[in-house]
C-alpha cells in the first residue's frame, strides 16, 4: 500500500544521471522544497534514482490482479502480528539508549535455530559482552509478509503501524505544495527530459503520495523517539519513506542518527554520492553518521557531506562477528564436500538479485552445460528478498556440478572463500569479495564500485558480450588479489558510540 510508481526508462544521456542531479543542486536551491517544515529534496532524489537506474526494472503502471490481491491480503494479516512469535515482542513502555528500525530481509540466516539479525544482533552482542549496560529498542518492520520466526532477540513488530499509516494516506488531504516549490520541480522535469532521464517518478501526484506518507511516517516515529528518549538511532538503508522519516524525527529532536552500509555506496549511489549541495546543518532527511566498511567509502561521505554528514570506518559487521563466535553450519561441510565430489577444479559465485535478471540468468543456464566449463562448479545465492522463490530457482539451476540451497542459507564469508570468481549484475557482495581478494564480473551497465574497478579487481562485460565468454576469460586469466589489510574494530565503534 502506498508504494510509489515508477515510469518507463529512458534513452542514455551522454551526461551521467547523478552529475546532471548534482549540477542542478548547485544551480538551484533545492533546500528550499519543504512540506510540514521538512525538506524533501532527498525524497525526490530517492524516487528520481530508483526511476533512473539502468539495472532496475521499470514497475509496472498496474499491479496484476492477483500481486494486488497479495498485497492487501498481507496488509490484513500484519494487523495481527502481535500473535506471531509472541515470546519475541518487546514491550513499548521503557526508555531506551539506543533505538533501531530493521526490517525481517535483514534475518537472512538461522543460528543455533533462530532467525538473525545480521547488522543488529552483533553490536548487541558486543555491549553485553563487555558489560556495557546498553538498553536496546528495536523495531521491525516485515515487508511481504516475510516473518522470519524465531527472532534471535526480542523486537516489536510495526508492520501494522505502517500499514495504518498507509490507510489514513488514502483519505488524509493532499499536500498543497508551494507556488515556489511547483515551478523548481517543473524546471527540474525538464531539464532531466531534455538529458533524456525519465521523471515519471515525480509526477505531481506522486510526490503528493510520497509526502503525505513522509509526514505520517514523521509523526509516529517522532511519538515514538519522545518517549524511548534514545540517545542514538540507527537504521540500515536509510533511503525509503520509513527510513526518511525517522531520520527526521530523530533529526528534529537532536537525536544522533547513524545509517549502517548494507551494500553498494560510492559516487554512483544515488543516496550516498554526488551530492552538489549540502544545506547549512545538513539534510533532514539524510543520517548524520554513515557506518562505512571501507576506508574508500569513508572518503566518499566526506567529499560532500561536510561537517553535517560524516563516515566513520567500522567495518561489515556480521563478518566480525562470525570471525570472533564459534559457530559452525553443516551446510558449509555438505557443500565443500559436494564441490569435491563434483571433481571441480574451479568454482564461480552468482549473486542473483530481485531485479529483472531471466536473460542473464538463461545464459548462464547454457554456460553451465558447455563443454567449457566441465569442471567449473557454480554457486548460486539468493538475494535475502529472493528466498520464498527458493525452490523454483533450485529447481531451474541446481545439478550436479552447482548448488543453491546450501550456498543461500550459508553465512556470505564461508561462501565467498570457496571462489575463484563472483559474477553478478550488479550485487554489493563485489565490495564483500574485493575484500577477500576474489574477482568479480559485472554487468556492463554498472556504474558502482568505481574504485574496485580502476583497480583491476572488478570489470564491466563488454557491451553486448556473452557471459559465458567473459567468464571463461576471467577464469582463464587465474587472477586472485591479495586480501586487504584494513581491519577495522566493529565492537569498539559500537561502544564508543553507545558511550557518547
Request: proline share 4%.
Amino acid at each position: 500500500m502506498g508504494e510509489l510508481e515508477v515510469g518507463l526508462t529512458k534513452a542514455v544521456s551522454e551526461k551521467g544521471f547523478l552529475d546532471v542531479l548534482a549540477e542542478f543542486e548547485q544551480q538551484h536551491d533545492v533546500a528550499s522544497l519543504r512540506y510540514n517544515g521538512t525538506q524533501y529534496w532527498p525524497l525526490l532524489r530517492m524516487m528520481l534514482g530508483f526511476e533512473n537506474d539502468p539495472l532496475v526494472p521499470p514497475s509496472q503502471s498496474k499491479a496484476r490482479f492477483r500481486d494486488r490481491l497479495k498485497k492487501y491480503g498481507n496488509a490484513l494479516g500484519s494487523l495481527f502480528e502481535d500473535f506471531i512469535d509472541p515470546r519475541h515482542n518487546l514491550e513499548r513502555d521503557a526508555p531506551c539508549d539506543v533505538y533501531y528500525l530493521t526490517h525481517s530481509t535483514c534475518r537472512s540466516l538461522k543460528i543455533k535455530g533462530t532467525y538473525f539479525d545480521a547488522f543488529f544482533s552483533p553490536l548487541r552482542h558486543w555491549c553485553e559482552e563487555a558489560q556495557v549496560p546498553v538498553d536496546f529498542y528495536g523495531e521491525e518492520f516485515v515487508p511481504d509478509s516475510e516473518y522470519r520466526t524465531p527472532r534471535s532477540e526480542k523486537t516489536a513488530y510495526i508492520q501494522k503501524h505502517l500499514t495504518i499509516v498507509s490507510l489514513t494516506n488514502r483519505f488524509k488531504d493532499k499536500p498543497q505544495l508551494a507556488e515556489a516549490d511547483l515551478a523548481l520541480i517543473d524546471v527540474l522535469r525538464l531539464e532531466l527530459q531534455s538529458r533524456g532521464f525519465g521523471t515519471q517518478s515525480v509526477s505531481l501526484k506522486a510526490i503528493e503520495n510520497a509526502l503525505t506518507q513522509l509526514d505520517l511516517h514523521k509523526q509516529r516515529f517522532s511519538r515514538v523517539l519522545k518517549a524511548k528518549q534514545p540517545r542514538l538511532v540507527m537504521v540500515a538503508t536509510y533511503y525509503s519513506v520509513f527510513g526518511f522519516a525517522l531520520m527526521a524525527a530523530a533529526n528534529a529532536l537532536g537525536i544522533r542518527t547513524i545509517d549502517l552500509q548494507h551494500g553498494v555506496q560510492g559516487a554512483g549511489h544515488f543516496a550516498y554520492g554526488t551530492w552538489g549541495h549540502v544545506p547549512r546543518g545538513g539534510w533532514d532527511l539524510l543520517p548524520r553518521l554513515f557506518w562505512n566498511w571501507t576506508q574508500e567509502d569513508v572518503a566518499n561521505i566526506g567529499t560532500w557531506g561536510g561537517e553535517a554528514h560524516r563516515g566513520i570506518l567500522g567495518g561489515r559487521i556480521f563478518s566480525q562477528y562470525l570471525n570472533e563466535v564459534d559457530v559452525e553450519f553443516a551446510e558449509y561441510h555438505d557443500l565443500t564436500q559436494r564441490i569435491r565430489q563434483a571433481g571441480c577444479k574451479q568454482v564461480v559465485l552468482v549473486t542473483l538479485q530481485p531485479i529483472d535478471s531471466e536473460d542473464f540468468i538463461d545464459e548462464l543456464r547454457k554456460a553451465m552445460q558447455g563443454p567449457a566449463f566441465t569442471s567449473v562448479f557454480w554457486l548460486y545465492r539468493l538475494h535475502p528478498a529472493m528466498m520464498d522463490k527458493q525452490g523454483a530457482y533450485a529447481g531451474s539451476l541446481e545439478n550436479e556440478r552447482s548448488d543453491l540451497a546450501l550456498c543461500s542459507n550459508l553465512p556470505l564469508d564461508y561462501v565467498i572463500k570457496l571462489a575463484d570468481l563472483h559474477v553478478t549484475l550488479n550485487s554489493s557482495v563485489t565490495i564483500e569479495a574485493a575484500l577477500e581478494g576474489i574477482p568479480s564480473l559485472l554487468d556492463h551497465n554498472c556504474s558502482y564500485y568505481m574504485e574496485w574497478q580502476e583497480r583491476g579487481i572488478a570489470r564491466r562485460i563488454e557491451k553486448g558480450q556473452s557471459w559465458s565468454d567473459a567468464i571463461l576469460q576471467c577464469l582463464n586469466s587465474g587472477s586472485r588479489f591479495s586480501r586487504t589489510q584494513e581491519r577495522p574494530s566493529a565492537s569498539k565503534i559500537m561502544l564508543e558510540l553507545s558511550s557518547e
